[in-house]
């Protein structure tokens, strides 16, 4: 597998794959790759003969007093990771490469609406971070596919939109949230709890199987909403939203729709880890 850091040799393994006409799927990654990640290359791999992960922390999605500077970077570990599972291209470029003037100079990309709430509301233009740092991804490497996962369901949605609404000519796959055995969802912030709050952790999904199932029980969202921040407070943890959603728009869902396809999401803070998972009322 290749590593490149710079533009002119990432467009260089690019063209020699067009000529031979072959697809590239790229999947975005912050690094500190574990298994959840290596599942995206995989789902990669089944679309495109040609796979390129990008590994970039980028500072555009953090706000003031967030992770970035403790952000885990594991380069060495994540290439040999991904080198096992035939990657073919790692793009791991510097901030100097995504960002030319500067962070603070950069152009911003605002998708509107679908931001303003759950995620967006709590972190402040975390998602112009994210769209921006993603569409110049997509413009370095004008991938055929792009693969995301559904653990940042929210994204996930921002980063379709994205597509749609420039145009793209490329698919976003959406890809199910990996999880431990007691069903704590996969994360590179799941290794800032000590060994205390990573045993309180699992509430987190069990209280998104208990929202979906007292949803479909027939119980209001907003009583479930509420009983399950007030679940998680016993737990231990400090909700930031629990919330039962349209799964596409994140509209409140409107009573009396029902093919309306909803999903379960949930941010709380738990011994100074900020985690957030998410439950499509459609999943397994
Ligand atoms: O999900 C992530 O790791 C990041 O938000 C992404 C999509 C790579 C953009 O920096």
């Known amino acids: 597998m290749q590593t490149v850091h710079d533009l002119a040799s990432l467009r260089a393994a690019l063209r020699a794959w067009r000529k031979q006409d072959q697809r590239i799927a790229l999947v975005p990654t912050m690094g500190n790759l574990h298994a959840g990640h290596h599942a995206l290359v995989r789902r990669a791999q089944q679309c495109a003969p040609r796979v390129v992960v990008s590994v970039f922390v980028n500072p555009t999605?953090?706000?003031?007093?967030?992770?970035?500077?403790?952000?885990?970077?594991?380069?060495?570990?994540?290439?040999?990771?991904?080198?096992?599972?035939?990657?073919?291209?790692?793009?791991?470029p510097a901030v100097e490469v995504m960002y030319p003037y500067g962070p603070e100079q950069a152009l911003s990309i605002h998708v509107p609406e679908i931001t303003d709430v759950l995620e967006g509301a709590h972190r402040p233009g975390h998602f112009d971070g994210v769209a921006t740092v993603v569409a110049k991804l997509f413009a370095m490497v004008q991938p055929d596919f792009a693969v995301f996962g559904e653990k940042d369901w929210q994204q996930l949605q921002v980063v379709r939109r994205l597509q749609r609404d420039l145009g793209l000519a490329l698919e976003i796959i959406g890809l199910a949230t990996v999880r431990e055995a007691d069903g704590l969802a996969l994360s590179?912030?799941?290794?800032?709890?000590?060994?205390?709050?990573?045993?309180?952790?699992?509430?987190?999904?069990a209280t998104l199987r208990w929202m979906r199932a007292a949803t479909l029980q027939g119980h209001a969202h907003a009583v479930v909403?509420?009983?399950?921040?007030?679940?998680?407070?016993?737990?231990?943890?400090?909700?930031?939203?629990?919330?039962?959603?349209?799964?596409?728009?994140?509209h409140p869902p409107v009573h009396g729709t029902p093919d309306e396809q909803l999903i379960a999401l949930v941010a709380a803070r738990l011994g100074g880890t900020r985690l957030i998972d998410n439950l499509p009322f459609a999943a397994p």
């Open 61 to 92: 999605q953090f706000g003031p007093g967030e992770d970035f500077t403790r952000y885990p970077r594991t380069l060495r570990q994540d290439q040999a990771g991904l080198a096992a599972l035939d990657c073919d291209l790692l793009f791991a």
């Open 225 to 250: 909403e509420h009983a399950a921040a007030q679940r998680l407070q016993r737990g231990g943890f400090e909700p930031d939203y629990c919330a039962i959603r349209v799964a596409d728009t994140l």
């Open 188 to 205: 590179s912030r799941n290794q800032y709890l000590d060994a205390a709050a990573r045993a309180r952790a699992p509430l987190l999904h």
